[in-house]
T-cell receptor, first 115, second 114 residues
Framework: EPEVTQTPSHQVTQMGQEVILRCVPI?????FYWYRQILGQKVEFLVS????????KSEIFDDQFSVERPDGSNFTLKIRSTKLEDSAMYFC?????????????FGPGTRLLVL | AQSVTQPDIHITVSEGASLELRCNYS??????LFWYVQSPGQGLQLLLK??????LVQGIKGFEAEFKRSQSSFNLRKPSVHWSDAAEYFC????????????FGGGTRLMVKP
Protein backbone atom coordinates (compact mmCIF):
# COMPACT_ATOMS: atom_id res chain seq x y z
CA GLU A 1 0.00 0.00 0.00
CA PRO A 2 1.42 3.43 -0.92
CA GLU A 3 2.60 5.57 1.99
CA VAL A 4 3.67 9.09 2.71
CA THR A 5 7.30 9.13 3.81
CA GLN A 6 9.19 11.83 5.70
CA THR A 7 12.85 12.50 6.36
CA PRO A 8 14.53 12.90 8.70
CA SER A 9 12.64 11.19 11.49
CA HIS A 10 14.38 13.40 14.06
CA GLN A 11 16.25 16.68 13.73
CA VAL A 12 18.04 18.72 16.36
CA THR A 13 19.06 22.25 15.47
CA GLN A 14 20.27 25.43 17.08
CA MET A 15 17.98 28.41 17.39
CA GLY A 16 18.33 30.68 14.36
CA GLN A 17 19.36 27.91 12.00
CA GLU A 18 17.46 26.95 8.88
CA VAL A 19 15.88 23.52 8.62
CA ILE A 20 14.30 21.72 5.71
CA LEU A 21 11.87 18.92 6.36
CA ARG A 22 11.22 16.56 3.48
CA CYS A 23 8.21 14.56 2.45
CA VAL A 24 7.41 12.22 -0.40
CA PRO A 25 3.62 12.22 -0.89
CA ILE A 26 1.69 9.35 -2.41
CA UNK A 27 2.45 9.44 -6.10
CA UNK A 28 -0.95 10.16 -7.68
CA UNK A 29 -2.05 12.68 -5.06
CA UNK A 30 -2.35 16.35 -5.96
CA UNK A 31 -2.93 18.12 -2.64
CA PHE A 32 -0.23 18.24 0.02
CA TYR A 33 -0.27 19.50 3.58
CA TRP A 34 1.92 20.24 6.55
CA TYR A 35 0.64 20.02 10.10
CA ARG A 36 2.48 20.28 13.39
CA GLN A 37 1.93 18.94 16.89
CA ILE A 38 3.66 20.63 19.77
CA LEU A 39 4.24 18.13 22.57
CA GLY A 40 1.01 17.56 24.49
CA GLN A 41 -1.06 19.78 22.21
CA LYS A 42 -3.42 19.42 19.26
CA VAL A 43 -2.39 18.67 15.72
CA GLU A 44 -2.52 22.04 13.94
CA PHE A 45 -2.82 22.82 10.26
CA LEU A 46 0.02 24.84 8.77
CA VAL A 47 -0.41 24.94 5.01
CA SER A 48 -1.92 23.23 2.00
CA UNK A 49 -0.37 23.15 -1.45
CA UNK A 50 -1.87 22.46 -4.86
CA UNK A 51 -0.69 23.01 -8.40
CA UNK A 52 2.63 24.40 -7.22
CA UNK A 53 1.19 27.08 -5.02
CA UNK A 54 -0.13 27.55 -1.52
CA UNK A 55 -3.86 26.86 -1.35
CA UNK A 56 -4.47 27.79 2.29
CA LYS A 57 -2.30 28.68 5.25
CA SER A 58 -2.85 29.22 8.93
CA GLU A 59 -1.75 32.08 11.15
CA ILE A 60 1.15 29.93 12.30
CA PHE A 61 2.58 29.84 8.79
CA ASP A 62 4.35 33.18 8.85
CA ASP A 63 7.23 34.50 6.75
CA GLN A 64 9.68 32.17 8.46
CA PHE A 65 8.00 29.21 6.77
CA SER A 66 7.98 28.25 3.13
CA VAL A 67 6.98 25.20 1.13
CA GLU A 68 8.20 23.92 -2.16
CA ARG A 69 7.80 21.03 -4.50
CA PRO A 70 11.26 21.13 -6.07
CA ASP A 71 10.77 18.07 -8.26
CA GLY A 72 8.06 15.59 -9.13
CA SER A 73 8.23 13.71 -5.86
CA ASN A 74 9.46 15.77 -2.91
CA PHE A 75 7.47 18.29 -0.91
CA THR A 76 9.49 20.35 1.55
CA LEU A 77 8.86 22.62 4.50
CA LYS A 78 11.57 25.16 5.23
CA ILE A 79 11.86 27.08 8.46
CA ARG A 80 14.24 29.93 7.75
CA SER A 81 15.34 30.89 11.25
CA THR A 82 14.17 28.44 13.86
CA LYS A 83 12.85 29.50 17.24
CA LEU A 84 12.54 27.46 20.42
CA GLU A 85 8.76 27.37 19.96
CA ASP A 86 9.16 25.65 16.59
CA SER A 87 10.03 22.45 18.45
CA ALA A 88 7.28 20.02 17.50
CA MET A 89 6.40 16.97 15.47
CA TYR A 90 5.79 17.98 11.87
CA PHE A 91 3.47 15.82 9.79
CA CYS A 92 3.17 15.82 6.05
CA UNK A 93 -0.04 14.60 4.44
CA UNK A 94 -1.28 14.06 0.93
CA UNK A 95 -4.84 13.80 -0.21
CA UNK A 96 -6.46 11.35 -2.56
CA UNK A 97 -9.78 9.66 -3.23
CA UNK A 98 -10.60 6.61 -1.18
CA UNK A 99 -13.99 4.97 -0.78
CA UNK A 100 -15.75 7.91 -2.43
CA UNK A 101 -14.25 10.57 -0.20
CA UNK A 102 -11.21 12.76 -0.23
CA UNK A 103 -8.90 11.46 2.46
CA UNK A 104 -5.65 12.77 3.86
CA UNK A 105 -2.92 10.24 4.53
CA PHE A 106 -0.23 11.21 6.97
CA GLY A 107 3.44 10.45 7.09
CA PRO A 108 5.22 9.26 10.25
CA GLY A 109 6.38 12.75 11.14
CA THR A 110 9.65 14.55 11.78
CA ARG A 111 10.38 15.43 15.36
CA LEU A 112 12.15 18.79 15.41
CA LEU A 113 13.97 19.98 18.50
CA VAL A 114 15.29 23.53 18.57
CA LEU A 115 17.92 24.24 21.24
CA ALA B 1 -14.91 28.29 11.70
CA GLN B 2 -14.81 24.57 12.25
CA SER B 3 -13.86 23.10 15.61
CA VAL B 4 -13.68 19.71 17.30
CA THR B 5 -14.01 18.85 20.98
CA GLN B 6 -12.97 15.59 22.55
CA PRO B 7 -14.22 15.90 26.12
CA ASP B 8 -12.21 13.02 27.55
CA ILE B 9 -8.47 13.61 27.78
CA HIS B 10 -7.74 10.19 29.27
CA ILE B 11 -9.77 6.99 29.36
CA THR B 12 -8.79 3.71 30.97
CA VAL B 13 -10.63 0.51 30.15
CA SER B 14 -10.02 -3.13 30.92
CA GLU B 15 -9.02 -5.45 28.14
CA GLY B 16 -12.13 -7.02 26.65
CA ALA B 17 -14.40 -4.18 27.75
CA SER B 18 -16.30 -1.99 25.36
CA LEU B 19 -15.09 1.47 24.45
CA GLU B 20 -16.69 4.71 23.38
CA LEU B 21 -14.66 7.85 22.65
CA ARG B 22 -16.63 11.05 22.29
CA CYS B 23 -16.26 13.67 19.61
CA ASN B 24 -18.31 16.78 19.04
CA TYR B 25 -17.79 19.07 16.11
CA SER B 26 -18.86 22.48 14.97
CA UNK B 27 -19.23 23.14 11.26
CA UNK B 28 -21.70 25.07 9.17
CA UNK B 29 -22.57 22.33 6.71
CA UNK B 30 -22.18 18.58 6.40
CA UNK B 31 -18.55 17.89 7.15
CA UNK B 32 -16.15 15.14 6.42
CA LEU B 33 -15.38 13.45 9.75
CA PHE B 34 -12.39 11.30 10.56
CA TRP B 35 -10.86 9.32 13.37
CA TYR B 36 -7.09 8.87 13.43
CA VAL B 37 -5.00 6.86 15.87
CA GLN B 38 -1.47 7.70 16.97
CA SER B 39 0.65 5.11 18.74
CA PRO B 40 3.58 6.39 20.81
CA GLY B 41 6.25 7.87 18.55
CA GLN B 42 4.24 7.07 15.45
CA GLY B 43 2.34 9.01 12.83
CA LEU B 44 -1.40 9.35 12.37
CA GLN B 45 -3.19 6.30 11.01
CA LEU B 46 -6.68 6.66 9.57
CA LEU B 47 -9.21 4.47 11.38
CA LEU B 48 -12.38 5.48 9.55
CA LYS B 49 -14.19 8.35 7.90
CA UNK B 50 -17.69 9.65 7.25
CA UNK B 51 -18.67 11.78 4.29
CA UNK B 52 -22.25 10.84 3.40
CA UNK B 53 -24.77 8.01 3.41
CA UNK B 54 -24.98 5.45 6.19
CA UNK B 55 -24.36 7.20 9.48
CA LEU B 56 -22.69 4.14 11.02
CA VAL B 57 -19.28 3.63 9.48
CA GLN B 58 -16.93 0.73 9.92
CA GLY B 59 -13.20 1.13 10.12
CA ILE B 60 -10.07 -0.87 10.60
CA LYS B 61 -9.14 -2.83 13.73
CA GLY B 62 -12.79 -3.46 14.61
CA PHE B 63 -13.67 0.19 15.21
CA GLU B 64 -16.90 1.87 14.18
CA ALA B 65 -18.29 5.38 14.53
CA GLU B 66 -21.74 6.87 14.32
CA PHE B 67 -22.51 10.30 12.87
CA LYS B 68 -25.37 12.00 14.67
CA ARG B 69 -26.21 15.28 13.01
CA SER B 70 -28.70 16.34 15.70
CA GLN B 71 -26.00 16.03 18.36
CA SER B 72 -23.08 17.19 16.19
CA SER B 73 -21.28 14.07 17.31
CA PHE B 74 -19.13 11.38 15.78
CA ASN B 75 -18.34 8.95 18.58
CA LEU B 76 -15.91 6.09 18.11
CA ARG B 77 -16.75 2.66 19.47
CA LYS B 78 -15.25 -0.76 19.80
CA PRO B 79 -17.07 -3.70 21.39
CA SER B 80 -14.01 -5.37 22.89
CA VAL B 81 -10.74 -3.53 23.46
CA HIS B 82 -7.36 -5.21 23.01
CA TRP B 83 -4.16 -4.19 24.81
CA SER B 84 -2.73 -3.10 21.45
CA ASP B 85 -5.45 -0.45 21.17
CA ALA B 86 -3.67 1.68 23.77
CA ALA B 87 -2.85 4.87 21.89
CA GLU B 88 -4.04 8.42 21.37
CA TYR B 89 -7.15 8.91 19.29
CA PHE B 90 -7.91 12.05 17.34
CA CYS B 91 -11.20 13.11 15.84
CA UNK B 92 -10.97 15.54 12.93
CA UNK B 93 -13.34 17.51 10.75
CA UNK B 94 -12.63 18.55 7.19
CA UNK B 95 -14.46 21.03 5.01
CA UNK B 96 -15.97 19.74 1.81
CA UNK B 97 -14.00 22.00 -0.48
CA UNK B 98 -10.92 21.74 -2.55
CA UNK B 99 -8.38 22.57 0.13
CA UNK B 100 -10.19 20.93 3.03
CA UNK B 101 -7.70 21.39 5.81
CA UNK B 102 -8.40 19.17 8.79
CA UNK B 103 -9.19 20.55 12.21
CA PHE B 104 -8.30 18.16 14.99
CA GLY B 105 -9.65 17.67 18.47
CA GLY B 106 -7.31 17.61 21.41
CA GLY B 107 -7.13 13.83 21.45
CA THR B 108 -8.10 11.12 23.92
CA ARG B 109 -5.39 8.96 25.38
CA LEU B 110 -6.60 5.40 25.85
CA MET B 111 -5.01 3.11 28.38
CA VAL B 112 -5.91 -0.55 28.55
CA LYS B 113 -5.69 -2.49 31.80
CA PRO B 114 -4.87 -6.19 31.63
Amino acid sequence: EPEVTQTPSHQVTQMGQEVILRCVPISNHLYFYWYRQILGQKVEFLVSFYNNEISEKSEIFDDQFSVERPDGSNFTLKIRSTKLEDSAMYFCASKGWSGGAETQYFGPGTRLLVL
Amino acid sequence: AQSVTQPDIHITVSEGASLELRCNYSYGATPYLFWYVQSPGQGLQLLLKYFSGDTLVQGIKGFEAEFKRSQSSFNLRKPSVHWSDAAEYFCAVGAINAGNMLTFGGGTRLMVKP
